[in-house]
C-alpha cells in the first residue's frame, strides 16, 4: 500500500520552507505544526514538528525537529528556489528535490525509491498574508496509489532563523546599566535540562560571573566528563572589542556585544591546526532564575548544537561562561578502557534520521593504544559482520567498512575517545565525527556521533550495555 510506500520518509519529506526575496514571502523563522488544523489523509502525522528555517533566496535550510511513531527525527534539509535540482538523504534513501515560485507560492517537486518503488511528492507552500501562517499542500504518488495531505504551521514569536536549534531571543529580564540584564552571581549546571548534543558535557558545572559593564568575568569550575576537572577563568568587554584568554594550552580570540536583552559571544581557536568557530547566545528568565545559552560549534569537521542550563544560585553570580571545552584538549586523569562485550540497548538510542539495527553487539579487545572492535548486527539491511582496527594515538589507519576504505583516526580528549571516520560511498564524501565515552561504574558505553555529507547532517547516540 501507499502508506507502506512512504510512511517511513514521510516526515523527512515536509521539509521545504517557505521564504522569499524581492516580492516573495520570506519564511525565516521558527515554526510550528498545528496537528489539529492539519489533515494528514490516509498516512499517520508526526505527533509534534518545529521547523527553524533560514533563506536569503535562492538559498534555503531547513533544521527539522518531529516527534514521529518511529521516534524522534532532527535534522537539516537544503534546497534552492531557482529550480536547480538538490539531493538529500532520507534514511537510506536519495530523495531528488527541485523548487520554483509560482507566483507567490513556492512549489517543491520530489522523486524517490522506496522499497524498489518509484515515489513522487508535489508540496504547494503559501504563506498567510499576515505572515503568521504557512500551509503545505501535499499530493503523494506511488505506484501503489495516491493521496493528499494539508499541513499547517504558525510561526513563534521571536520567530528569527537560528543556525540550527532556535535561539529565540528571551524576554527582557533584570535590568544592569544601561537596560541590559546582569549576570552576576553563582550559577549551577542543570544537567537535566541541558542538551549537549553530539558533544558530551561535563557531571557537573559551578560558574561565577562578575559583570561590570562593559567588564565582565567568569570563573567556571567543572568536574568529570570527557575534559575531566576544569578550573577556568575567562574575561571579556561586552563592547565588542576582541580578547584573547588561555584555555587548555589553547588561545581563544572572543568578542562580545549585546542584541538586544541577549549577550552574543563568538569565540575562535585552534584545535589540532583546525579552525573551530563557537557562537553563544546568553539570555536571562524573567525572574532572574535561570540563565540559558545556545552555543553553536563550528569547524570543518561539521557543526553541533548544545542547549545549556544554569539555575541560579542563593547569594550567588550568573553565568554560563563560554568554555570551549567540548573542543579544546584539557588534561585528563588515567584513559578509561573499553574491552569487553557490549549489546546496543536500542530503546535508549537514539539513530536520528536513519533507521537503527534491530540488534547489535560489539566485542572490543583494548589495550592502549591499539584498540579492535568486532561487530555483528542485524538491521533493515540484513546480517552484517566486520572488525574495525585503530589506535588511540592519533594515526590513520584504514579498514574495509561496507566496501569502501573508511580512513580513522582515534585520540582521547581528556576521558573520552574521539574517532573521526573519512569515507566515499556513492561518489559521496562523508565524515562521521564519534565521541566514546564510559559510565563511572563501567557497566555503560554512550557513542555520540555526528555525520557530515554533501546531503546533510544528522546526529546519533548509541548506548551499550556490557555483557
Known amino acids: 500500500m501507499l502508506r507502506r ?38 498516512l499517520p502525522g508526526p505527533d509534534s514538528r518545529t521547523d527553524v528555517i533560514e533563506h536569503a533566496d535562492p538559498v534555503l535550510t531547513d533544521h527539522v525537529d518531529a516527534s514521529t511513531a518511529q521516534g524522534p527525527q532532527k535534522y537539516t534539509m537544503n534546497l534552492t528556489t531557482d529550480g536547480k535540482e538538490a539531493v538529500n538523504q532520507l534514511g537510506p534513501n536519495q530523495a531528488k528535490s527541485t523548487a520554483t515560485w509560482d507566483g507567490s507560492n513556492l512549489v517543491v517537486n520530489t522523486n524517490l525509491k522506496y522499497n524498489d518503488q518509484d515515489v513522487v511528492i508535489k508540496s504547494v507552500w503559501t504563506v498567510s498574508p499576515d505572515g503568521k501562517t504557512l500551509t503545505q499542500e501535499v499530493h503523494l504518488a506511488s505506484p501503489m496509489g495516491e493521496t493528499d495531505q494539508k499541513l499547517v504551521y504558525e510561526k513563534q514569536d521571536a520567530g528569527a532563523p537560528a543556525i540550527a536549534k532556535a535561539q529565540a531571543p528571551m524576554p527582557p529580564s533584570t535590568p544592569a546599566a544601561g537596560g541590559k540584564p546582569n549576570f552576576s552571581g553563582t550559577w549551577k549546571l542543570n544537567t537535566a535540562k541541558s542538551d549537549f ?46 580578547t584573547v ?39 536571562l528568565a524573567p525572574d532572574g532564575k ?21 539555575d541560579k ?121 564519534q565521541v566514546a565515552t564510559l559510565s563511572p561504574d563501567g557497566k555503560t558505553l554512550t557513542n555520540k556521533a555526528h555525520v557530515s555529507m554533501s546531503l546533510g547532517e544528522m546526529d546519533q547516540t548509541e548506548v551499550y550495555d556490557r555483557q
Request: no cysteine; glycine share 10%; aromatic share 6%.
Open 313 to 433: 544560585q542563593d547569594g550567588g553570580i550568573a553565568t554560563t561562561a563560554p568554555t570551549p571545552a567540548p573542543t579544546a584538549p584539557m588534561p585528563s586523569g588515567a584513559h578509561p578502557n573499553f574491552s569487553g562485550v557490549w549489546k546496543l540497548n536500542t530503546g535508549k538510542s537514539d539513530f536520528g534520521v536513519m533507521p537503527g539495527p534491530d540488534v547489535r553487539t560489539d566485542t572490543i579487545d583494548h589495550t592502549d593504544p591499539t584498540l579492535k572492535l568486532s561487530r555483528k548486527e542485524n538491521g533493515p539491511d540484513g546480517a552484517r559482520e566486520y572488525v574495525l582496527s585503530m589506535t588511540t594515538d592519533g594515526k590513520e589507519t584504514v579498514n574495509s567498512l561496507g566496501g569502501a576504505d573508511a580512513k580513522i583516526t582515534a585520540s582521547w580528549e581528556g576521558s573520552g575517545l574521539v574517532i573521526s571516520f573519512k569515507l566515499k560511498i556513492q561518489d559521496q564524501d562523508i565524515a562521521i565525527r
Open 197 to 242: 548534543g553530539p558533544l558530551p558535557g561535563p557531571d557537573s558545572q559551578t560558574s561565577i560571573i562578575e559583570q561590570n559593564d562593559p567588564a565582565l568575568k567568569v570563573n567556571s569550575k567543572s568536574t568529570g566528563g570527557p575534559q575531566g576537572d576544569q578550573n577556568i577563568t575567562l574575561n571579556f568587554t561586552t563592547d565588542g572589542k576582541e
Open 5 to 42: 510506500a512512504v510512511t517511513a520518509s514521510f516526515v523527512l519529506l515536509t521539509f521545504t520552507a517557505l521564504s522569499f526575496a524581492q516580492g516573495k514571502p520570506n519564511l525565516s523563522g521558527t515554526w510550528k505544526l498545528n496537528t489539529s488544523k492539519s489533515d494528514f489523509g490516509v
Open 290 to 310: 535561570t540563565m540559558t545559552q545556545d552555543v553553536h560549534y563550528t569547524s570543518p569537521m561539521g557543526e553541533a548544537d548544545q542547549k545549556v542550563i544554569f
Open 245 to 283: 584568554n588561555s584555555v587548555g594550552g589553547n588561545d581563544v580570540k572572543s568578542t562580545a556585544a549585546w542584541e538586544g536583552n541577549n549577550l552574543i559571544i563568538n569565540a575562535k581557536l585552534k584545535f589540532q591546526d583546525q579552525d573551530v568557530a563557537i557562537k553563544y547566545v546568553w539570555t
